[in-house]
């Protein structure tokens, strides 16, 4: 479990595994850092644990592995950020530079909300709960994120691509964020 979280000037975060996606660019025109988006992830489908989350976002996932996976081998995605199941904390792209982690997508007018964002991804899925350990990192990610760039919101992959994505889900408790991140300009 992590004691305490800080985002170096590099963007990453010290208490990180850091496993480098290639799925990353630069933010255009040094775009700010002003949202947070939160997502769900599992691969296969409602499966945890193992490295397809991983295989996924370094461009290393076997089509022949499972059949879910035909769909997406040839997929470009990452994210800043994953937290497994069990609370570790997973970094792919330095919170300075872009990940591939929203898609087409809105927020506040502004469309290309990759260029601005910074993206966790939560194992899990529409259907399952999150482990207390996901929210105990999420606070201590969220925490070191704000205290290092000017966020304004945080909101979820549905909240920017509702007509696509409905993660992270039904089963997110947006009541823990609030409590914690209460002091943001305005909420989702």
């Known amino acids: 479990m992590l004691t305490s979280l800080l985002i170096n000037d590099l963007g990453f975060a010290d208490q990180a595994k850091i496993i480098l996606s ?107 709960i999150f482990e207390p350990e996901q929210y105990k990192c999420l606070e201590k990610l969220i925490q070191s994120i704000l205290k290092k760039y000017p966020i304004e919101c945080i909101v979820g992959h549905s909240d920017i691509a509702p007509s696509r994505k409905t993660d992270p889900g039904p089963y997110f408790d947006w009541t823990r964020i609030e409590s914690y991140a209460e002091k943001l300009p305005y909420k989702r």
């Open 22 to 128: 290639p799925n990353f660019d630069n933010r255009p025109n040094k775009s700010n850092i002003n949202l947070i988006v939160i997502h769900n992830i599992s691969l296969p489908p409602r499966t945890y644990g193992g490295n397809s989350i991983i295989d996924l976002f370094t461009n290393k996932i076997n089509p022949d592995d499972h059949e879910y996976f035909k769909s997406i081998s040839n997929l470009k995605v990452s994210s800043h950020f994953l937290i497994r199941r069990d609370g570790s904390l997973i970094q792919f792209v330095s919170c300075l530079d872009r990940a591939w982690h929203a898609g087409e997508s809105t927020w506040n007018q502004f469309n290309h909300c990759n260029d601005f964002s910074i993206g966790i991804e939560l194992e899990g899925s529409d259907y399952d």
